[in-house]
Each structure stands twice: as structure tokens, then as C-alpha cells.
């Protein structure tokens, strides 16, 4: 994907987001990571920037060590997402986009329901399409830790062989990563309905070991 494409896409999928209510006033953030040919520079959304409303042509571009070169002041999340993007790539080496939104159930899950992980694997699009979602214990936004914990998270998830797609930021919101922002829209989606049905069903109970076993073995669901 070229750059152009790349802002464009931002864009669209800052407005879907934000026109299907998972972003709301200026929570959020958005990032592409660029190819070899644009010398692993990355695209993220301004700092304070409304989703709904950006402008291709002020998205915040830095190069490869997170020096700004063009655009409105970019995400105070740019350190973790450069984290996450040197975690992953080492399980998923074409991880290019990255989105951060403030979803409604998915917050509520991290503030009613304190675990390691967000959600057990209750639906078999979940575990074939999200997986496992770790939760980072709380630390205020753009926090210099936060990038330290969500990495180790990332490797030690892939060391099991269970490679992440998405973390949650505890009382903030979820980090999803694939590789176009198309497919982590498709993340997010799935995981934000998934924490909603965790609230409509009482005491949902979670697929067996045969159930996932199969789901891996025809769908290479990593879980």
C-alpha cells in the first residue's frame, strides 16, 4: 500500500468508526506502517484529532525512529504502537495497521470484570478471528510503561505459540493489529460485539477443548 492509499484508508476508517459509534469525540487513534520503499516511515492520526472528521493531508508522518517529519502533532501512542509493531511483525511479519478505539463494551468488561484476559472464547468467530485478548493493568494514557508491558505481552503470547492480534488496555480501550486497516477493523469488530454479548447473556459459558481443537485444525484459529 502506498502512502496516499495509506491516508486514505485512514480516513475511511476513522469515519467508519466513528459514524458506527466505536470512536467517540476525540478517543482513538489510527496507524500504518509503511513499506521498505517509503523507508519504514509510519502514518498515525494527530494527537486530539477526531476520527470522524480527519484530513488525509494532516495525518502525522515519522520516520522509522519516530522523528516527526510532516503533518499535525502525531498520537502521544506512536511509542507503543512502534512497539507493537516490532513485536508483532516477529509472528506476523506483514502487521501494517494498527487501530485504538474506547469501545463501550469492551471498556465496561475491563472495569466489571478484573482477569488476565478480556473475554473467554464464547463464540467461534472470536477465537478464529481475535483470539486471545490479554489485559494490560491500568496506567494513565501514554504512559511509557504501558509500550514495556504490551510488548513483553505480544512475545510471550507468540513464545506459546499463540500469536496475539489484540491487547486491552485496562478502563481505556483495546489495541488491534493485522495487516491492512481493513483486517483490523474486522478485529476490533469482532471483539467489541463479542464483550457486548458477554453483557446480554448471564453466566455465558465458554466453547470445550474439541470445539477450539477443531477451529484450529480448519481454520487455523490460534487459540
Given amino acids: 500500500m502506498n502512502e496516499l492509499r495509506a491516508r486514505e484508508e485512514i480516513c475511511r476508517i476513522g469515519s467508519s468508526l466513528f459514524e458506527r459509534g466505536l470512536v467517540h469525540a476525540t478517543a482513538g487513534n489510527i496507524s500504518i506502517r509503511l513499506g521498505e520503499a517509503d ?9 486530539d484529532a477526531c476520527l470522524g472528521f480527519l484530513d488525509p493531508a494532516r495525518l502525522a508522518k515519522l520516520d522509522a525512529g519516530l522523528r516527526q517529519l510532516s503533518g499535525d502533532p502525531a498520537s502521544k501512542t506512536i511509542a507503543l504502537h512502534a512497539g507493537i509493531y516490532r513485536a508483532a511483525t516477529a509472528y506476523d511479519p506483514d502487521t501494517r495497521c494498527i487501530i485504538h478505539t474506547h469501545s463501550t463494551h469492551c471498556v465496561a468488561l475491563s472495569i466489571a470484570h478484573a482477569s488476565n484476559e478480556l473475554l473467554p472464547p464464547i463464540t467461534p468467530y472470536f477465537v478464529m478471528k481475535v483470539g486471545h485478548v490479554p489485559v494490560i493493568p491500568y496506567h494513565r494514557p501514554g504512559a511509557p510503561a504501558t509500550a514495556d508491558l504490551v510488548t513483553n505481552t505480544i512475545r510471550a503470547y507468540g513464545r506459546r505459540g499463540t500469536p496475539l492480534r489484540a491487547v486491552m488496555l485496562e478502563r481505556l480501550g483495546p489495541n488491534v493489529w493485522h495487516d491492512s486497516p481493513a483486517a483490523a477493523m474486522s478485529v ?3 471483539l467489541e460485539e463479542t464483550a457486548r ?3 446480554l447473556v448471564d453466566a455465558p459459558t465458554a466453547l470445550g477443548e474439541l470445539p477450539i481443537q477443531e477451529l484450529r485444525e480448519t481454520f487455523g484459529a490460534r487459540w
Avoid: Q, R
Avoid at 39 to 47: E, K, N, R, V
Fill in 188 to 190: 476490533l469488530e469482532e
Fill in 197 to 199: 454479548l458477554m453483557f
Fill in 39 to 47: 523507508g519504514g516511515a509510519f502514518l498515525i492520526t494527530p494527537t
